[in-house]
């Protein structure tokens, strides 16, 4: 039985025909540039052109901080001219932290096929952090317009493995630092992952660092604070879940003293009835209408 070689690929055989031009997308994968900011202009045709600026400020101080983690990618549209083809609000928040220069992946090829066989190498390699491999993955669905499951299908992985390491991108700078410098883990990076808030992810992650947390411990930490959210928004749906007889008793005090009539109910049941008065005299009408109704 003659034994099959393996699939090259999509396009790889028409593309190994010309080496060099491989080679020089290769070097666009894996090497950062450092770009005047100036020298840079966003895309025309970017779909999105609302940008929040409390976020943008945000991010802003975040670079100021750690740096730019994932670099924009731009294509070179002449000698000292670039546009952005992904990365427009890192661009934006570095120019808001003053940034002279950027790191950017460069592209000087519109060949897709290549570019996607680079990114796809690039993966392979063993040395990768997960961070790396997760800006590879960003990149193929951003500029090589891929969907997760063909992503997927590419690099021979389950989508759900695919938006898990997407998922990391969503972690702050610090966490992203973190997982490069391989001071956690993508199991202890997934559990935080379930924590919503910023700054309780980096109060998780300070512990991981510091007092060399398990992902078992990141696990419980997380299901404990889950569980105390849920309890503080169950309390304070029952709280707002006025029954009818609520409104029907302010209703009718309200009546009963002319006068704005609260009710303030605790978690556990009981609660407050507020009347509000502005002066004395108003004290003195609400004194004669309890007098009136208890006698």
């Known amino acids: ?9 999509k396009g790889l055989g028409a593309l ?10 290769r070097e666009q994968v894996r090497g950062i540039s450092e770009i005047n900011i100036d020298d840079i202009e966003v895309n025309p045709y970017q779909p999105r052109t609302n940008f929040d600026e409390d976020a943008l400020t945000e991010l802003a101080e975040s670079i100021k901080e750690h740096g730019i983690i994932q670099p924009i990618t731009v294509r070179q549209i002449d000698k000292n001219k670039y546009q952005i083809i992904s990365g427009e609000r890192r661009y934006r928040a570095s120019k808001i932290a003053g940034l002279e220069k950027i790191p950017a992946y460069i592209r000087t090829s519109n060949d897709q096929d290549m570019l996607e066989l680079a990114l796809i190498e690039n993966i392979q390699r063993e040395d990768l952090d997960a961070i790396e491999v997760a800006t590879s993955f960003n990149r193929l669905i951003e500029e090589c317009d891929l969907t997760q499951e063909l992503l997927g299908n590419r690099v021979g992985k389950k989508r759900a493995t695919v ?19 391989k001071q956690m883990s993508m199991g202890h990076a997934r559990a935080i992952l379930n924590i919503e808030n910023a700054k309780l992810q980096n109060t998780i992650a300070k512990k991981i660092v510091d007092e060399d947390w398990s992902v078992r411990q990141v696990e419980e930490a997380v299901r404990k604070l889950l569980q105390e959210k849920t309890q503080k928004n169950t309390a304070a749906q029952r709280i707002e879940e006025f029954p009818e007889k609520y409104y029907k008793l302010t209703d009718s005090l309200r009546k009963y003293f002319n006068s704005s009539v609260n009710i303030k ?3 556990n049941g009981g609660g407050r009835i507020i009347i509000t008065f502005d002066n004395e005299n108003e004290i003195d009408k609400l004194l004669e209408k309890l007098d009136a109704w208890i006698w």
């Open 265 to 267: 109910p605790d978690k």
């Open 163 to 181: 938006t898990n390491y997407l998922r990391l991108l969503k972690l702050p700078a610090e966490i992203q630092l973190y997982i490069r410098n």
């Open 1 to 9: 039985m003659v034994k099959k070689e393996a699939a090259l690929g």
């Open 16 to 25: 190994l025909g010309d080496v060099q031009k491989v080679e020089q997308v």
